[in-house]
């Protein structure tokens, strides 16, 4: 139920501003219609090949294919989420010694229950995802924020096994290290990726890990006055991950975990963990044609085969 804004508590009078669904009067009727929290125009360049919208925050746009010949959109399909609101956040601490919470707190996504994860040793929580036939087409996405790094932490890790994590041997993981920089480690060898800024502590940020077969690409960005920076080129560099309890294997184990991890002190909060699947399927956006569509968290959810123009609101 939508209620009135917490800073007009107490007034003797509103203004329509005070209130979300915007409420008014139009000829002595009382109109209510939800605003939205952000709205805006973007484009995308000509590709010859699908790539995807913008990486905005949104819950619905509109897109005009303003080329000359028809193109494809496409949605990739949510197969696993965590969003740590329900009574059970879904995750399993793997020691004693870790300590998580729930708190509220500002997001990209705005206001949302979060997961507040301390460590005090090389701890983690984890979730389970069951292996799709698809498995080697996937992407992975975490909204994270550090309060302290005072060592390596893994905002997000796909490992084989529990076991995995234990003996710090991933498939693909992104990790910060205490002087804010970025690592990725598949297995037990780590790589610079090419980063053109540092993670900063107290906002937050967004991980995403996107696998092709044995292969697999990343992308980390700041949020910044309601958009993303890149901090990592996004999906730019690719890593190779063969070998035993790799990528390679994981189609073959009827399940496998994603991880929030450390290797030792360190305080990290995270929000909207998920995993999507890549579409079989598309549609045409005819040359010269406008349509709305509905989008789960971001615009970067759906791809398009061409050039478009469009308009998002969040």
Not at 128 to 149: C, E, G, H, R, W
Request: glycine letters at 6%; hydrophobic letters at 35%; a negative charge.
């Amino acid at each position: 139920m939508k209620t009135i804004d917490l800073k007009s508590y107490g007034r003797d009078k509103f203004s329509s501003d005070d209130f979300d669904p915007l409420v008014a009067v139009s000829d002595g009727r009382l109109v209510v219609t939800n605003q939205p929290a952000r709205s805006g125009v973007f484009s995308t360049n000509s590709h010859p090949l699908v790539a995807p919208l913008p990486s905005i925050n949104a819950k619905s746009f509109r897109i005009t294919n303003s080329g000359s010949s028809n193109i494809d959109v496409s949605q990739k399909s949510i197969i696993h989420s965590r969003y740590f609101d329900e009574t059970s956040v879904g995750v399993i601490p793997d020691s004693p010694s870790l300590n998580m919470k729930t708190l509220m707190d500002e997001t990209p996504l705005g206001e949302s229950q979060v997961l507040q994860v301390t460590h005090t040793d090389d701890t983690a929580v984890f979730t389970t995802v069951p292996v799709l036939a698809n498995q080697s087409d996937l992407t992975y996405v975490i909204y994270f924020k550090m309060s302290s790094v005072g060592s390596e932490l893994t905002p997000l890790g796909i490992y084989n096994n529990r076991a995995s994590i234990d003996i710090n041997h991933p498939a693909a993981a992104i990790r910060v290290l205490p002087d804010l920089s970025l690592k990725v480690r598949v297995g037990y060898n780590d790589h610079i990726p090419i980063q053109t800024d540092s993670v900063q502590l107290n906002k937050w940020h967004r991980a995403s890990i996107v696998t092709n077969g044995v292969d697999f690409s990343i992308s980390v960005q700041r949020y910044e006055a309601g958009a993303y920076v890149d901090l990592v080129p996004s999906f730019t560099e690719s890593f190779t991950s063969n070998g035993v309890g790799l990528l390679s294997e994981m189609s073959n184990d009827p399940d496998y975990v994603i991880a929030v991890a450390s290797e030792g002190v360190g305080v990290q909060t995270v929000d909207s963990l998920e995993v999507y699947t890549e579409s079989n399927s598309s549609e045409v956006l005819i040359a010269g044609t406008t349509k709305e569509y509905f989008c789960h968290r971001s615009l970067d959810e759906y791809s398009v085969s061409g050039n478009v123009s469009g308009y998002y609101r969040s």
